[in-house]
């Protein structure tokens, strides 16, 4: 199985500032693609998903490069409750031609200092 | 309220123990995943199904057990096999293996 990388962090940020995590993957038959936000000890939750012309949710910016294979996340005017673990997540199409289920990059720890 | 159950939150057992965790959707969602979780660690995806009475193994199913007899349910067992059971374990479904996944709140399984 083809993997999906990230930069653990923690990026330490203060409030009100613009952060980005870029996020690459390495299978080219990669199909969907996802940010998720996890929280500690909670269950991952939908962000956004990543279209190829890229895709805007208020404060949420995300990117997709097929050509060089990574998808980015820009945060804006960052707030305290932005603090999490964000995961990039790339569903692939197997070999026999179906979904291999959704694989999960390890995450980037964000904290936000007031 | 639609949605994913896990249950139970909590889940203590013995050594050599098999275990089953229950996952429910009421969302008519096609797609039932299973992953695992370690402390500080991504996700890993242990079973899925695209459809009832078919079942895929992931990239750590060794010591693990699924069915997908209805839809909306897709039970994990945690056999004995497993050599190390105690994790975060997180159920997921989705309208097609395509789109995005939502997750149930998860069972922390602890095995002493």
């Known amino acids: 199985r083809k993997e999906v990388e990230q930069d653990p962090g923690p990026f330490n940020v203060p409030e009100g500032a613009t952060v980005a995590f870029n996020c690459t993957y390495s299978?080219?038959?990669?199909?969907?693609f996802f940010w998720y936000r996890q929280d500690c000890r909670k269950e991952p939750k939908l962000l956004m998903s990543?279209?190829?012309s890229g895709n805007e949710d208020g404060r949420f910016t995300a990117q997709l490069n097929r050509a060089s294979q990574y998808i980015s996340l820009l945060i804006r005017d960052s707030k305290l409750s932005d603090s999490a673990t964000y995961l990039c997540v790339v569903n692939i199409r197997g070999s026999g031609g179906g979904a291999d289920g959704l694989t999960f990059g390890k995450g980037t720890h964000l904290i936000i200092q007031p | 309220d639609g949605g994913i159950t896990q249950s139970p939150k909590y889940l203590f057992r013995k050594e050599g123990q098999n275990v089953t965790l229950s996952c429910e959707q009421n969302l008519n969602h096609d797609a039932m995943y299973w992953y695992r979780q370690d402390p500080g660690q991504g996700l890993r995806l242990i079973y899925y199904?695209?459809?009832?009475?078919?079942?895929q193994k992931g990239d750590i199913a060794e010591g693990y057990s699924v069915s997908r007899e209805k839809k909306e349910s897709f039970p994990l067992t945690v056999t004995s096999a497993q050599k190390n059971p105690t994790a975060f374990y997180l159920c997921?479904?989705?309208?097609?293996?395509?789109?995005?996944?939502?997750f149930g709140q998860g069972t922390r399984l602890t095995v002493v």
């Open positions: 990543v279209y190829s």
């Open positions: 199904s695209q459809i009832v009475n078919d079942f």
């Open positions: 299978n080219s038959a990669s199909q969907s």
């Open positions: 997921a479904s989705s309208i097609s293996p395509y789109t995005e996944a939502f």
